[in-house]
């Protein structure tokens, strides 16, 4: 099939929910991409903050293709060597007690908010409110399109599942009004990456931390872009010295492989009982092979490489602040942003960068988004910001 064969057929046969870059993609090595015609890519976005061993790893293709020949399936009645690994190697050396698995980051969502509800239920607490963010991601089911503090992706699936209220982010005295003794967790990003790359400030997640802790409210992390060293750290709430009582994992975790993850510490933690909830995917040996594969490499020195690649990467980008259509450049790690002013166009930039060989992509706020590969190497990163530095030197405005 060649790529005009397959855009006929997405056009007429593809449900119409996605606006696609002119390219198909047929394999790619580390951060560099293929398309059908031959060209080759270095790729800033490895999927969205997902490829973070890059393509074809060695290690993680060798799993995969092992654990295939063993057992890609057999639910969640029998016990599970993979996941079992992946409880132990993920939840050790970390605060959390326990997980659950499913298959993606709404999932994840999904999960925590029923395990809270499910946890002052327990307790009989009447608690019916969960404040997340204006602005903020936490996925297209239901009740995260719902959580997810932006009107546009929930008003026309009303009816909306009750007992979400949004606060201004990084607005700790709205956030104090709102969490008061009928809210059961107040969930937050502590870089809201699907609106463009930002993060949250210090005070704000401590102290928003220490109002949950003394009104009894459970405190949850929404990690699915975040987490597994996309920040520099194995979790993004680590640069803020809290200890949440759930996070949620997902894009990174399986390196690519889908899998997500609900993490939880102390009493809320054990707050499901059998057939309270579920999954008959999720957590699968092939996932959870994958996923081992990630932890792994990150507890061997690719955690310290993603902070240095993330630096230099930030070093590289910041220089384009002397461009006076470049409002800020900001982020944590390899999760980094570039807002543009009204003058130029986020999307017009990401295609132009694509004809010349260098995926990127959007944020809103009309916003830049680099989210490479962790194994990214730094040549890349220089062809790929040259390229940068050059077509922002072209663009008039
Ligand atoms: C991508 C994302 C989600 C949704 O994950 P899916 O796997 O697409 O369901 C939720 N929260 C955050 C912060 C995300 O970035």
Redesign the pocket.
């Known amino acids: 099939m060649d790529l005009k064969e397959i855009k006929e057929i997405d056009a007429k046969r593809y449900m119409t929910v996605f606006n696609r870059q002119n390219v198909c993609f047929t394999h790619g090595k580390g951060s560099k991409l293929y398309d059908s015609y031959g060209n080759e890519y270095i790729d800033m976005g490895a999927g969205?903050?997902v490829n973070c061993l890059g393509h074809d790893h060695p290690d993680l293709t060798a799993a995969v293709c092992e654990q295939a020949h063993k057992l890609l399936h057999i639910s969640n009645l029998y016990y599970n060597q993979p996941q079992a690994e992946l409880c132990r190697n993920l939840l050790d050396d970390t605060i959390f007690d326990r997980m659950f698995l499913c298959n993606?980051?709404?999932?994840a969502?999904e999960g925590a908010i029923k395990l809270v509800r499910k946890y002052f239920y327990n307790k009989g607490e009447h608690r019916p409110k969960i404040v997340t963010a204006i602005n903020s991601?936490?996925?297209?089911t239901l009740a995260?399109v719902t959580a997810t503090g932006q009107d546009k992706y929930s008003r026309p699936f009303a009816p909306l599942p009750d007992g979400f209220v949004h606060v201004p982010f990084n607005d700790f005295a709205a956030l104090k009004k709102q969490a008061d003794q009928q809210t059961a967790a107040i969930l937050l990003?502590v870089v809201q990456?699907?609106s463009g790359v930002l993060p949250a400030d210090y005070d704000y997640i401590v102290n928003a931390y220490a109002l949950a802790k003394s009104r009894g409210i459970l405190f949850i992390i929404?990690e699915?872009?975040t987490g597994m060293g996309r920040t520099g750290k194995l979790f993004g709430f680590e640069h803020y010295g809290i200890q949440p009582d759930i996070i949620t994992l997902?894009?990174g975790l399986g390196g690519g492989v889908p899998i997500?993850a609900v993490l939880a510490r102390g009493d809320v933690a054990t707050a499901f009982a059998p057939g309270d909830h579920g999954t008959t995917f999720g957590g699968n040996p092939l996932a959870c092979a994958a996923a081992n594969v990630v932890v792994d490499k990150l507890k061997n020195g690719l955690l310290e490489e993603a902070a240095q690649k993330g630096e230099y990467l930030l070093g590289k980008l910041s220089k384009l602040k002397k461009f006076n259509f470049v409002r800020d450049v900001r982020g944590k790690g390899l999760l980094l942003g570039v807002q543009l002013n009204d003058k130029v166009k986020n999307t017009e930039i990401v295609g132009k960068m694509a004809a010349s060989g260098v995926i990127i992509l959007t944020a809103g706020n009309n916003t830049l988004r680099f989210a490479p590969a962790l194994t990214i190497q730094k040549d890349e990163i220089d062809v790929a910001c040259d390229k940068l530095m050059d077509l922002f030197a072209r663009t008039n405005i």
Do not use: L, P
């Open positions: 969205i903050a993606s980051g709404a999932e969502n991601f936490h996925g297209r995260t990003e990456g699907e929404d699915v872009q997902a894009k997500g």
